[in-house]
């Protein structure tokens, strides 16, 4: 069925026309409960009466009409969609690319929408907010460009028809079909998309920061010298980013905690901050993180029970350890872990032990002003003079010597 391919390549259209229009792409399928958000929730902000229901026998009247081939529809709010839906005969379901607006806006387009719609000029903040983060682009552009996608991926042998929608009522008129030069396009943007994409999170997940960084920009494109992204586009595209560096580093063998745990800090980061210049520097720094998360998590090389202890120890490093502890958490005898992890990392896992509690003791000796013997406990030793005699073994300093070190 057509739905089923549609849900397939969804993901895939939607970055193509994110990369090429800066603009959202939208699926539903029957009965379409969540239509509300086609146009990213400003229906059911403006109109205390908003009847979903309504709206969803609203678009089953539109698939009865022009089900199975693409439509543009401009909304009476201004902003504008082209639609694909399919008929009964293929399963009820649309994809939606939109909203965007087909003009730039000013006081006077505020203005006529407010009063063509009988609005209160208190929704004039909320509408210019709205606007402001919409693209402007050409519809046909837009129709060429899924047309095209639709029918290579959904193996269609005959082009999309293609109707128009204006103001939220069908009106049948056909549309020139596309031209050779779009279609050519349209196919070279996808393919380079794709291969881009590829690239960047392989890079990512192979911890080379260098490429990453010198692919990121063809994925981030730019208008000249002014950014082509408003300020709402662009953090989107910076969730994004975070979003798929998070996945790469999934399948890999790094322990899915510290993945998850780096992902929540940058969503934090990302949530908080709303200057333009800042979120495009931190671009980069994403990838630098996650790059570096690789190269000191990494475990590709070893075999999944040095991985599971090294696992492990990082994640109990603050807990009292040792090759007995270890040994009875993953059913292995004493003699065969020892062996096995002195032959794959070079260490013995005592000396591994302690090197991960030096290094997380030297955090909490840089980061706060808590006693030497509270940083002692904090990493799972309870004996002070141990705690200093390992610490200075690793450093060739004692935690007092070091502090001291960071106020000179």
């Known amino acids: 069925m057509i739905m089923d391919q549609l849900q397939k390549c969804y993901l895939y259209i939607k970055d193509i026309m994110y990369a090429a229009f800066k603009v959202d792409t939208f699926l539903s399928e029957y009965p379409y409960q969540n239509i509300k958000d086609m146009d990213n929730g400003l229906r059911s902000i403006l109109l205390k009466d908003y009847d979903i229901e309504e709206n969803r026998k609203y678009l089953m009247d539109i698939v009865s009409k022009v089900g199975n081939r693409l439509s543009y529809a401009k909304s009476e709010l201004g902003f504008s969609s082209v639609v694909y839906i399919t008929s009964e005969k293929f399963g009820y379901g649309m994809i939606s690319v939109g909203p965007f607006l087909n003009q730039e806006i000013d006081n006077t387009f505020i203005s006529e929408i407010l009063t063509k719609n009988e609005y209160e000029c208190g929704f004039r903040k909320t509408l210019l907010y709205y606007y402001e983060s919409l693209p402007v682009v050409n519809e046909n552009a837009i129709m060429s460009a899924l047309a095209i996608l639709l029918t290579r991926e959904l193996d269609l042998e005959e082009p999309i028809e293609q109707i128009r929608q204006i103001s939220e009522k069908i009106a049948f008129g056909r549309m020139q079909y596309k031209s050779e030069l779009v279609y050519q396009f349209s196919e070279e943007l996808s393919v380079t998309y794709r291969e881009t994409h590829n690239i960047l999170l392989e890079a990512v997940s192979q911890g080379n920061v260098d490429v990453a960084n010198k692919t990121l920009p063809y994925l981030f494109p730019k208008n000249g010298k002014k950014s082509s992204l408003s300020l709402g586009q662009l953090?989107?595209?910076?969730?994004?980013?975070?979003?798929?560096?998070?996945?790469?580093?999934?399948?890999?063998?790094?322990?899915?905690?510290?993945?998850?745990?780096?992902?929540?800090?940058?969503?934090?980061?990302?949530?908080?901050?709303?200057?333009?210049?800042?979120?495009?520097?931190?671009?980069?720094?994403?990838?630098?993180?996650?790059?570096?998360?690789?190269?000191?998590?990494?475990?590709?090389?070893?075999?999944?029970?040095?991985?599971?202890?090294?696992?492990?120890?990082?994640?109990?490093?603050?807990?009292?350890?040792?090759?007995?502890?270890?040994?009875?958490?993953?059913?292995?005898?004493?003699?065969?872990?020892?062996?096995?992890?002195?032959?794959?990392?070079?260490?013995?896992?005592?000396?591994?032990?302690?090197?991960?509690?030096?290094?997380?003791?030297?955090?909490?000796?840089?980061?706060?002003?808590?006693?030497?013997?509270?940083?002692?406990?904090?990493?799972?030793?309870?004996?002070?003079?141990?705690?200093?005699?390992?610490?200075?073994?690793?450093?060739g300093l004692t935690p007092g010597e070091y502090r001291k070190r960071l106020y000179i």
């Open 235 to 395: 953090k989107l595209f910076v969730h994004s980013l975070n979003v798929k560096c998070e996945t790469a580093l999934l399948i890999a063998n790094i322990h899915p905690y510290y993945v998850k745990k780096l992902f929540a800090q940058l969503e934090d980061q990302i949530e908080r901050e709303n200057r333009y210049s800042n979120l495009e520097t931190f671009c980069y720094q994403i990838l630098r993180k996650y790059c570096f998360l690789v190269k000191n998590y990494s475990l590709s090389n070893n075999s999944k029970t040095v991985r599971d202890a090294i696992n492990y120890i990082q994640l109990h490093v603050c807990e009292p350890l040792s090759l007995t502890v270890l040994a009875e958490k993953l059913g292995k005898s004493k003699q065969f872990l020892s062996s096995v992890f002195k032959k794959e990392t070079g260490k013995t896992i005592t000396d591994y032990i302690q090197e991960q509690k030096m290094q997380y003791a030297t955090m909490l000796l840089n980061l706060s002003d808590i006693p030497i013997q509270d940083v002692a406990m904090q990493v799972g030793i309870n004996d002070t003079s141990y705690f200093t005699k390992v610490y200075k073994k690793f450093t």
